[in-house]
């Protein structure tokens, strides 16, 4: 009989965190004599020493590119010695492949799949004692994807997939009273939109059951509501009638939702008078499911933008942010869940990988400007403890699948110490997004500038459902092009003052003075037809992507050619800026 105990828990993270940096060279030193004997480590001239100092004399500091020929000969297979890892490399991970267009291939072994479930387990105990939940079920977005194998024998999908397929996964659900209110054929569906509906159901079927929602991304429970909009009638009927929508046609799927299903008027009769007393679904989610706690998936970075959607279905529900980490592996638990997701801090669990942080220190004369489009100066990384509170990073990540001193490429500040290990708050992805000239502009600095010109959509209560944006080359000069998909139709004035609000709201330096002596264009505001984003979910998913793992891609480069087309091919609306006076 497995014992489970949240308390236990709790106990040991706070002993993992008070000496943190002890904790730190101890993992350093495993990973090192697990892989000691692989190629990577043996060409360094690490000569099996173990100690932080020397590694970080004989190993570079590295980005995905640098370790892609490494990764690429485990894929196909060509050699049976060790290369990154001594221990066999179980599985191939694949990034979303949002940002270029094609996902990054990752090793996978059984220590990420360790150090997955100490993430879930840890930032559940925290968020339990805050909010505690009974005995029942999630209503989980949750989805894998497509697999296949590679010419070395290994199966390849998504890091989620990779978890989902764990024998362990299923065993920790269970332990952190988390189990799916979806039986397993859904998850493991061939078809999303299948899988979709049947997880709406399942979650209505069980509405008195469901304690919390969740799912990977933000994104993704918003997405699962706004087709419940859609089709909340057909769910009411299959469950009025017992009869599973004909929609579902994937034998597996029918078969197992079949089974949960009989004829249950009352149950519909209460859906229906629920949903047609609602306010343009406001707070659906509480009225539907009455003993949900919270909702809960990863909020921060380019999640931001779907909190206020998110919002508004989830009415008086707090929202909680999941944890901190990426397809390479995890780095920290949010154990403060009553923050707000905007400020959600998250504690990195020290024996679950060696970090580092470069530390980011803003140009004389820009410490105060309100963008974070700016060129950082780099130092020498430092260790996990010795990182201090305000200051601004980049996470370098060691793990045990055999990622050595890996740029993540995010900007973290530090928030404050868990006894002695640091509280993250992410900030943005550092790679720039938009640049022509000397104009500097991140994901994070979109989305301020998205999100001041779509206050003018507020008083004609329209909404934008998603953005990207492109760096138009063809015209000269170069300008900026924003894509927006909107809820309804707006009127040109509006959108035309959107649009120069959108130029004006870029306050990078370099690109202000860039538009003010026409080196960049006006900006270009293409208003794109309704669905357009959702036939852009499709392709990915159409490549293997899973949808709990997606994420609308916020700059969309020559790179990524065929979503570029997909944009181009749907825009029903153009505007110009007329802000600079050109």
Same mark, same amino acid.
């Given at each position: 009989?497995?014992?489970?105990?949240?308390?236990?828990?709790?106990?040991?993270?706070?002993?993992?965190?008070?000496?943190?940096?002890?904790?730190?060279?101890?993992?350093?030193?495993?990973?090192?004599?697990?892989?000691?004997?692989?190629?990577?480590?043996?060409?360094?001239?690490?000569?099996?020493?173990?100690?932080?100092?020397?590694?970080?004399?004989?190993?570079?500091?590295?980005?995905?590119?640098?370790?892609?020929?490494?990764?690429?000969?485990?894929?196909?297979?060509?050699?049976?010695?060790?290369?990154?890892?001594?221990?066999?490399?179980?599985?191939?991970?694949?990034?979303?492949?949002?940002?270029?267009?094609?996902?990054?291939?990752?090793?996978?072994?059984?220590?990420?799949?360790?150090?997955?479930?100490?993430?879930?387990?840890?930032?559940?105990?925290?968020?339990?004692?805050?909010?505690?939940?009974?005995?029942?079920?999630?209503?989980?977005?949750?989805?894998?994807?497509?697999?296949?194998?590679?010419?070395?024998?290994?199966?390849?999908? #998504?890091?989620?997939?990779?978890?989902?397929?764990?024998?362990?996964?299923?065993? #920790?659900?269970?332990?952190?009273?988390?189990?799916?209110?979806?039986?397993?054929?859904?998850?493991?569906?061939?078809?999303?939109?299948?899988?979709?509906?049947?997880?709406?159901?399942?979650?209505?079927?069980?509405?008195?059951?469901?304690?919390?929602?969740?799912?990977?991304?933000?994104?993704?429970?918003?997405?699962?509501?706004?087709?419940?909009?859609?089709?909340?009638?057909?769910?009411?009927?299959?469950?009025?009638?017992?009869?599973?929508?004909?929609?579902?046609?994937?034998?597996?799927?029918?078969?197992?939702?079949?089974?949960?299903?009989?004829?249950? $008027?009352?149950?519909?009769?209460?859906?229906?008078?629920?949903?047609?007393?609602?306010?343009?679904?406001?707070?659906?989610?509480?009225?539907?499911?009455?003993?949900?706690?919270?909702?809960?998936?990863?909020?921060?970075?380019?999640?931001?933008?779907?909190?206020?959607?998110?919002?508004?279905?989830?009415?008086?529900? $707090?929202?909680?942010?999941?944890?901190?980490?990426?397809?390479?592996?995890?780095?920290?638990?949010?154990?403060?869940?009553?923050?707000?997701? *905007?400020?959600? #801090?998250?504690?990195?669990?020290?024996?679950?990988?060696?970090?580092?942080?470069?530390?980011?220190?803003? $140009?004389?004369?820009?410490?105060?400007?309100?963008?974070?489009?700016?060129?950082?100066?780099?130092?020498?990384?430092?260790?996990?403890?010795?990182? *201090?509170?305000?200051?601004?990073?980049?996470?370098?990540?060691?793990?045990?699948?055999?990622?050595?001193?890996?740029?993540?490429?995010?900007?973290?500040?530090?928030?404050?110490?868990?006894?002695?290990?640091?509280?993250?708050?992410?900030?943005?992805?550092?790679?720039?997004?938009?640049?022509?000239?000397?104009?500097?502009?991140?994901?994070?600095?979109?989305?301020?500038?998205?999100?001041?010109?779509?206050?003018?959509?507020?008083?004609?209560?329209?909404?934008?459902?998603?953005?990207?944006?492109?760096?138009?080359?063809?015209?000269?000069?170069?300008?900026?092009?924003?894509?927006?998909?909107?809820?309804?139709?707006?009127?040109?004035?509006?959108?035309?003052?959107?649009?120069?609000?959108?130029?004006?709201?870029?306050?990078?330096?370099?690109?202000?003075?860039?538009?003010?002596?026409?080196?960049?264009?006006?900006?270009?505001?293409?208003?794109?037809?309704?669905?357009?984003?959702?036939?852009?979910?499709?392709?990915?998913?159409?490549?293997?992507?899973?949808?709990?793992?997606?994420?609308?891609?916020?700059?969309?480069? $020559?790179?990524?050619?065929?979503?570029?087309?997909?944009?181009?091919?749907?825009?029903?609306?153009?505007?110009?800026?007329?802000?600079?006076?050109?």
């Amino acid at each position: 009989m497995r014992v489970f105990s949240l308390e236990s828990v709790i106990e040991e993270f706070e002993t993992l965190t008070k000496d943190a940096g002890h904790v730190q060279r101890e993992t350093l030193r495993k990973i090192l004599e697990q892989n000691g004997d692989a190629e990577y480590l043996q060409n360094l001239g690490l000569g099996g020493r173990t100690d932080p100092e020397s590694f970080k004399a004989c190993v570079p500091l590295v980005t995905h590119e640098d370790l892609e020929p490494y990764i690429r000969r485990i894929v196909e297979g060509e050699v049976t010695s060790p290369i990154l890892t001594g221990k066999p490399i179980t599985s191939i991970s694949l990034s979303s492949g949002t940002t270029q267009g094609k996902p990054k291939f990752l090793p996978f072994n059984e220590e990420l799949v360790q150090s997955t479930m100490q993430i879930y387990r840890t930032s559940f105990a925290f968020r339990n004692r805050e909010y505690p939940i009974g005995n029942g079920k999630a209503l989980q977005f949750i989805y894998s994807s497509k697999q296949f194998k590679t010419n070395g024998g290994l199966t390849a999908t #998504t890091a989620t997939t990779n978890v989902y397929r764990s024998e362990q996964f299923k065993c #920790t659900m269970e332990d952190i009273q988390s189990q799916c209110c979806s039986p397993d054929e859904v998850i493991f569906s061939p078809d999303f939109h299948q899988s979709l509906y049947c997880h709406l159901l399942c979650g209505l079927i069980y509405s008195a059951e469901v304690q919390f929602i969740s799912s990977t991304f933000a994104h993704s429970i918003v997405h699962a509501f706004r087709m419940f909009e859609l089709v909340w009638e057909d769910l009411c009927s299959d469950i009025r009638h017992g009869v599973l929508s004909s929609r579902i046609t994937v034998p597996s799927i029918r078969a197992a939702v079949c089974k949960l299903l009989s004829p249950n $008027p009352t149950l519909a009769d209460s859906i229906y008078k629920k949903c047609v007393g609602l306010s343009s679904w406001y707070g659906v989610i509480p009225e539907l499911w009455p003993n949900a706690k919270y909702v809960y998936g990863i909020m921060t970075g380019s999640m931001e933008p779907y909190l206020k959607k998110l919002r508004h279905y989830a009415g008086s529900l $707090p929202l909680m942010s999941a944890d901190y980490g990426s397809s390479e592996g995890w780095i920290a638990a949010n154990v403060n869940p009553g923050l707000p997701p *905007e400020f959600a #801090t998250f504690a990195v669990l020290p024996n679950i990988g060696y970090f580092e942080f470069i530390p980011l220190e803003r $140009p004389e004369g820009q410490e105060l400007e309100n963008s974070n489009s700016v060129h950082y100066i780099e130092s020498e990384p430092v260790g996990l403890t010795e990182v *201090e509170v305000g200051k601004e990073y980049e996470t370098v990540l060691t793990t045990f699948a055999g990622l050595y001193r890996y740029r993540l490429g995010d900007v973290v500040k530090v928030a404050g110490f868990h006894n002695s290990t640091p509280e993250l708050q992410f900030i943005c992805r550092r790679s720039l997004l938009l640049s022509i000239n000397i104009d500097k502009n991140t994901e994070r600095d979109l989305q301020l500038a998205v999100e001041e010109a779509s206050k003018l959509l507020a008083a004609e209560k329209l909404e934008i459902v998603d953005f990207t944006s492109h760096v138009d080359l063809s015209t000269d000069p170069g300008h900026y092009v924003i894509f927006w998909e909107l809820s309804s139709d707006a009127s040109e004035e509006v959108l035309s003052s959107c649009c120069n609000c959108l130029d004006l709201a870029f306050v990078d330096a370099g690109y202000a003075s860039s538009r003010k002596v026409r080196a960049i264009g006006p900006l270009e505001l293409r208003v794109l037809r309704k669905g357009t984003f959702q036939k852009i979910l499709d392709h990915y998913l159409g490549l293997g992507a899973a949808v709990s793992q997606f994420k609308t891609p916020r700059f969309v480069g $020559p790179s990524n050619s065929n979503v570029l087309q997909i944009l181009c091919r749907n825009v029903s609306e153009s505007y110009f800026s007329t802000a600079y006076g050109c």
